[in-house]
């Protein structure tokens, strides 16, 4: 990083994924001249610390932008859609982490390790789109892969942690959990049905074709992120009783012949990517392994019996850190260096 410093804002920072920002920024020594916490009028004047520091968190506001440099939105999409482009209008470059403006074609999505090249296409809008947290842990590993041999098809199955709906998930799934161990009566707040103990087959709002909005994202924008709208993708997202981590059963299918050690030791080489593989030692990737760490995890490389080019494999990475907030603040940093 250069030794210029930014004054950088937090929108939502009171959530879960704006706490891992947060905290982001700090391990990962952003340069940070001044920073402002931004939330809802409910959460205003609550401290959260920051370098050693208490501040106090601020509304959000049309004005909340004034002088700041960078803004990390995690507050929601309509938040997105309304505070955004007033952010950009005063000269702070917005990296969103909703889906608001992801397909927009004026809006760069971006995983760093795959596609940082796309952030200079910032300036059109001011705004830079943080990709569903499914989406990023998946693209990793998938991009050398289809740089080298071209992917035709990919059928993605999900097992998606509760912290990727928010606090009051997290918190539902303890109670229930610790209500039904004690054979206590439950409550059902966020979800529709039962989340401990349970799977439920159900993320996001169902559309027409049958799909949820949470299968359609990994579809549209896995397209988007490897420039490559001619890739098959079809998923099923699925809500597990897992607190942080989502897990990945991802089928491919490629162009040109590969095998599965090729795969393997091409990944190894992968920025960003650990390869945990070694079935002979239970050794595959785990949520409870990749929780509070950065890199993607790939483990159970296999080849696909039933097609001639297939690959299978199992990705899991943690959800509010590589799927959210480290996610945006490495393309705060490309953006940092390379263009402002």
Not at 178 to 200: G, S, T
Not at 277 to 303: C, H, M, S
Not at 305 to 332: C, F, H, L, P
């Amino acid at each position: 990083m250069s030794e210029k410093k930014y004054n950088v804002a937090v929108a939502g920072a009171t959530g879960a994924v704006g706490n891992q920002m947060i905290s982001c920024l700090e391990e990962m020594k952003f340069p940070v001249k001044s920073i402002k916490f931004l939330a809802s009028q409910r959460s205003v004047g609550r401290m959260l610390r920051f370098q050693g520091d208490l501040i106090a968190v601020e509304e959000l506001t049309e004005k909340s932008f004034k002088g700041m440099d960078i803004a990390l939105f995690s507050a929601g999409g309509s938040t997105s859609e309304k505070f955004a482009p007033l952010a950009a209008a005063q000269g702070c470059v917005v990296i969103d982490n909703s889906s608001a403006w992801r397909m927009d074609p004026l809006v760069p999505l971006v995983v760093p390790e795959v596609n940082s090249s796309a952030i200079a296409q910032h300036t059109a809008k001011g705004i830079i789109a943080n990709p569903n947290c499914s989406t990023i842990q998946m693209v990793v590993p998938l991009n050398p892969i289809h740089k080298r041999y071209g992917i035709k098809r990919i059928v993605v199955s999900t097992y998606q942690a509760v912290s990727g709906t928010g606090k009051k998930a997290i918190f539902e799934l303890f109670d229930q959990t610790r209500a039904l161990m004690n054979f206590l009566d439950h409550e059902k707040r966020v979800y529709p049905h039962q989340i401990a103990f349970n799977c439920l087959p159900h993320i996001d709002s169902f559309l027409e074709n049958g799909y949820t909005k949470e299968e359609m994202k990994m579809v549209n924008e896995t397209r988007k992120i490897l420039e490559d709208d001619t890739i098959g993708v079809t998923a099923t997202t699925v809500r597990v009783p897992v607190f942080y981590g989502h897990s990945e059963s991802v089928n491919i299918e490629t162009k040109e012949a590969v095998s599965a050690q090729e795969v393997r030791l091409l990944l190894e080489k992968t920025p960003g990517v650990k390869v945990v593989d070694d079935p002979a030692k239970n050794a595959y990737p785990l949520a409870i392994d990749a929780a509070g760490q950065d890199l993607t995890l790939v483990g159970r490389i296999r080849k696909d019996e039933s097609i001639a080019n297939g690959i299978n494999m199992w990705i899991v990475a943690d959800n509010i850190r590589k799927g959210a907030a480290t996610n945006a603040v490495q393309i705060a940093q490309v953006l940092c260096q390379e263009y402002l």
